[in-house]
């Protein structure tokens, strides 16, 4: 059955294949994007052909989305189609991606930005250290 992701994919997703919405099978992940607050996986870079490139070339580097992306068997299902993903805008340089260049992304597949964490209310932690445990009181757990 597939499962929502979560940071614990990560290792799952470095090696997992890609398919997108519509069926087409973009090959495996290339790299994996985090989130720098939540640590969630949220974006995947895949090689993704475009009919410019002669056939059996590897493709160019694309984004795409991991929201609402399902991994199940080595599976990775993602709501992007292949139209999308092969007109995807050119990835920026370096490893960390820019609230500019996320926002033309998510804007590119359809997707809108997540809330800002700072104006959404907080919801008490799932699980919290008890007096005298190994944290302080109220401390978010988390696994290691």
């Keep these: 059955m597939p499962s929502p992701l979560t940071e614990h994919h990560g290792l799952l997703l470095s090696r997992a294949g890609v398919v997108t919405a519509d069926g ?17 996986p949220t974006w995947a870079t895949v090689r993704a052909a475009t009919p410019a490139l002669p056939s059996g070339s590897p493709g160019r580097l694309a984004l795409v989305p991991l929201r609402s992306a399902t991994y ?14 092969a007109g995807v805008p050119a990835l920026p340089s370096g490893d960390h991606l820019g609230g500019l260049d996320e926002r033309r ?10 809330a800002d ?3 959404v209310p907080q919801a008490p932690a799932a699980r919290t250290a008890e007096a005298g445990s190994d944290g302080p009181a109220g401390q978010e757990l988390t696994p290691a």
């Design 24 to 40: 087409h099978d973009l090959g495996p992940v290339v790299d994996l994007y985090f989130d720098d607050l939540t640590g969630q």
């Design 72 to 85: 199940s068997r080595g599976v990775l299902r993602v709501v992007a189609i292949a139209e999308q993903v």
């Design 117 to 119: 964490p700072a104006t």
């Design 105 to 114: 992304l998510l804007a590119h597949y359809g997707l809108t930005a997540p």
